[in-house]
């Protein structure tokens, strides 16, 4: 049974910074594309973030702030968030293939 797994939400102070991470098992994330999406408030998901090999890609409204990165070793997928805002208040889900974790609440406010 394949499980992705996200944890590492919270609620932190605009500026701050919060490290994501999305755990597999019975599924090899080194396999896939994978990315990590949002969905905030009154809003649409939002592609955030993809992984694929050696290359990343991100969202205007995060680069410079966002990195993705992975674990091969411990099947897992990072995301680090720093000098956050308001405006990336919003669930964070992992995302391979098919499948799909059950999201983690990210709250940036003062």
């Known amino acids: 049974q394949v499980q992705l797994v996200e944890s590492g939400g919270g609620l932190v102070q605009p500026g701050g910074s919060l490290r994501l991470s999305c755990a597999a098992s019975?599924?090899?994330?080194?396999?896939?594309?994978t990315s990590w999406y949002r969905q905030g408030p009154r809003k649409g998901r939002e592609l955030v973030a993809t992984?694929?090999?050696?290359?990343?890609n991100y969202a205007d409204s995060v680069k410079g702030r966002f990195t993705i990165s992975r674990d091969n070793a411990k099947n897992t997928v990072y995301l680090q968030m720093n000098s956050l805002k308001p405006e990336d208040t919003a669930v964070y889900y992992c995302?391979?293939?098919?499948?799909w974790g059950q999201g983690t609440q990210v709250t940036v406010s003062s």
């Open positions: 019975g599924f090899i994330f080194s396999n896939y594309v």
């Open positions: 992984i694929t090999g050696g290359s990343t």
């Open positions: 995302n391979a293939f098919l499948y």
